[in-house]
């Protein structure tokens, strides 16, 4: 992949020079990177003159396109030319046809051996050591809902823990309520519930809660507390517990039942969650920070509002960055199936079994049929930011996303709503939805999330710290206390890929640390968990 990866920065030297980007020596398209794009009769550094305005982040075509000709950037087909196209003309989704998705049968399976990387060694982080052996990165009390009929009783229970116990908790972070839609009306044995349910159990047992978990029922919901959390799922391990019983003791779910007949009112509700609380709010207060190797971070990666840069610069340095963190022994997720569906080629052949690609396989397979259930496919995915970003379509889109998992194998393969076992680069299969993404993400255990955005999006998690990186640096400019790192440099030919991959390692584990709060932690930014539901509502 590295040779798709190494943008060729051409630029001249008069001011304003125009500066536009090739992505691979096959490509006869590149993007115009200047500052609100470039007139027509603008020179190109190769020469060539503009026939069209050309804004930022959109397609110049470097030599004449005859009709149906292949357009070719990232080094294959984006799409095929409607009509002739002359060099130095706009290319824009309109005069593009889409390839159709490659098939799932005959791809490349585990064929690709890269060279093992070098292990990085001696990179720490500050982190809250879990009794199952994962590492939190905030210290947090989360509260489980089995429904959404109690969210609102909830969430004033939570405002009144933060008002009026948390000051008493240093060590504790913060409180949150996992609120969600699913519960009841939903059929719940359907093919597909485990998926939500799972999600739920999962996020609850997120190494950033402490395995403090606690529950809050209505009592006649379809998803009952022990459905949710059954015996031996949840395994909390209290220390003193384990020392005592000699092994792993189970403890008996905490469960706060709306319905049960010792509530009479609704501060009666109120009360017996705070009192919940305050048992696990002591017992997390109880956590301290310690040394630990840079391999027990869990990051999650994601793109959301993403523009034709996204591929070019923030895309290519998180890549980077993935590869420093699998060399450094940590867990990378790369997920959003249909920005990947485009380039399952590279990645059942970058798998380090065919066991690995077949699950990739498997798991395309099922989303190509979830959304032909919808009668949409892959195409259903790019918005009109992302067009007006430059991306003419999803094989544009994905090419550019894909590149988040840099070049190390893939040795593990996730289905939506499972935790994570093992160490190294994970496909976690999940869409590309960004609230569903990160939830999904936070299910598998992530301790840390980064997101590229073009577009802008003020994007946040409530229970991990989301570092936010721009493409442009127009956008790292205008919103500069929302983007975390500006990735926009690279464009601009004042940092390589490197050095912003470097940047962002670092800046990991210090957020991890504790030590810098990102900007949506510093806003407290959090968008709802949405947890994802294949199956039907009733
Ligand atoms: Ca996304």
Not at 14 to 32: F, G
Request: a negative charge; charged letters at 20%.
């Amino acid at each position: 992949m590295s040779d798709a990866v190494m943008p060729d920065l051409a630029a001249v030297a008069p001011a304003r020079a125009a500066l536009t980007i090739r992505m691979h020596e096959r490509d006869n398209v590149a993007i115009v990177a200047n500052d609100g794009g470039l007139p027509p009769g603008a020179v190109l550094p190769n020469g060539l003159v503009l026939r069209d305005r050309v804004p930022q982040g959109h397609k110049v075509a470097l030599v004449d396109l005859a009709a149906h000709a292949p357009v070719l950037r990232y080094g294959i087909p984006i799409g095929y030319a409607l009509k002739d196209i002359p060099a130095g003309s706009w290319v824009h989704e309109r005069l593009l046809k889409m390839p159709d998705a490659r098939g799932l049968d005959n791809l490349p399976i585990a064929t690709v051996k890269p060279e093992p990387l070098p292990a990085l060694e001696g990179y720490t982080f500050e982190g809250f050591r879990n009794a199952d052996g994962s590492v939190g990165t905030r210290n947090i009390l989360a509260i489980t809902t089995t429904v959404q009929c109690v969210a609102g009783v909830v969430e004033f229970a939570v405002q009144r823990i933060k008002a009026e116990l948390l000051a008493r908790y240093p060590n504790v972070d913060d409180v949150v309520g996992l609120e969600h839609t699913y519960g009841c009306g939903v059929a719940i044995d359907a093919p597909g519930a485990e998926i939500p349910i799972r999600t739920l159990r999962n996020i609850s047992l997120n190494p950033n809660f402490g395995g403090e978990v606690m529950v809050v029922s209505l009592g006649c919901e379809k998803l009952q507390p022990e459905r949710l959390m059954p015996p031996g799922t949840f395994a909390i391990v209290d220390e003193r517990s384990v020392a005592d019983v000699g092994a792993t003791a189970d403890q008996a779910l905490d469960v706060v039942c709306l319905q049960d007949d010792a509530h009479i009112g609704f501060m009666s509700m109120v009360d017996s969650i705070m009192a919940t609380a305050q048992l696990h709010l002591e017992r997390l207060n109880a956590r301290v920070r310690e040394t630990v190797p840079a391999s027990e971070l869990v990051v999650g990666v994601q793109c959301g509002g993403s523009d034709a840069f996204s591929g070019v610069t923030a895309n290519p340095a998180v890549g980077f960055c993935t590869d420093l963190l699998v060399r450094a022994g940590a867990s990378v997720m790369f997920s959003e199936t249909t920005e990947v569906r485009d380039g399952i080629d590279q990645l059942t052949s970058r798998a380090t079994t065919p066991a690995v690609a077949e699950a990739m396989i498997r798991e395309m397979a099922w989303y190509d049929a979830y959304l032909q259930r919808g009668k949409v496919d892959r195409s259903a995915n790019t918005t009109p930011g992302n067009k007006k970003g430059g991306l003419s379509n999803i094989v544009e889109k994905a090419m550019g996303s894909i590149v988040k998992s840099g070049s190390a194998p893939i040795s593990n393969v996730l289905a939506p709503g499972e935790k994570l076992k093992a160490k190294g680069l994970t496909y976690a299969a999940t869409p590309a939805s960004d609230f569903i993404c990160g939830t999904l993400q936070l299910a598998a255990g992530m301790n840390l999330h980064v997101f590229t955005t073009g577009r802008g999006t003020p994007y946040g998690l409530a229970a991990v710290p989301v570092i936010k990186v721009a493409t442009r640096s127009d956008l790292a400019r205008r919103w500069h206390d929302l983007m975390d790192v500006n990735a926009g440099s690279i464009a601009d030919g004042s940092a390589s890929i490197e050095e912003v991959g470097w940047e962002m390692f670092r800046l990991m584990l210090e957020v991890a640390s504790g030590r810098k709060k990102t900007w949506a932690e510093h806003w407290k930014l959090h968008n709802a968990l949405v947890l994802f539901n294949p199956a039907p509502v009733t």
